[in-house]
């Protein structure tokens, strides 16, 4: 009994460390457009609906699943804004888990607070890449 009691604490805990790894990423009506699959120190891989590589993120820049430079992420004075491959700001991160675009209008959010990077990377990936021009 005690072996069973301690075989099903093992699982509890490895399930709950994995589900801490993987994020959801939400549009602005509330579907669930893609993940967030943190990776070792400042790596993530963004990952859309479908199952899809969306591309993946290294420290402050943000790749497209071919490789291609796609953006950077800047932190100015606590604000979290999001640069496209020419360096111009497309959007911010605020509260560690809203996507905005650059006139400051809510597109998406996170479940819940990563790594700012990695999430400001989910929200060029799979939602500011989508908005009109």
Do not use: H, W
């Not at 005690?2 to 099903?8: D, N, P, T, W």
């Not at 420290?59 to 932190?75: E, F, H, M």
């Not at 607070?113 to 990936?125: H, P, R, S, T």
């Amino acid at each position: 009994m005690r072996a069973l009691f301690i075989i099903s604490l093992f699982g509890i805990l490895f399930l709950s460390g994995c589900g801490a790894k993987k994020q959801l990423v939400y549009d602005l009506q509330g579907t669930m457009v893609g993940e967030v699959r943190l990776g070792e120190t400042g790596s993530a891989t963004v990952i859309d609906s479908y199952g899809q590589v969306q591309g993946k993120i290294r420290g402050d820049v943000i790749r497209d699943d071919n490789g291609k430079n796609r953006g950077r992420v800047v932190n100015r004075n606590g604000e979290i804004s999001i640069l496209d491959e020419e360096g111009m700001q497309i959007g911010t991160l605020q509260k560690g888990v809203e996507c905005y675009s650059k006139d400051d209008s809510f597109l998406g959010r996170l479940n819940q607070k990563i790594d700012e990077n990695a999430a400001a990377g989910a929200c060029l990936l799979l939602i500011l890449q989508k908005q009109p021009k």
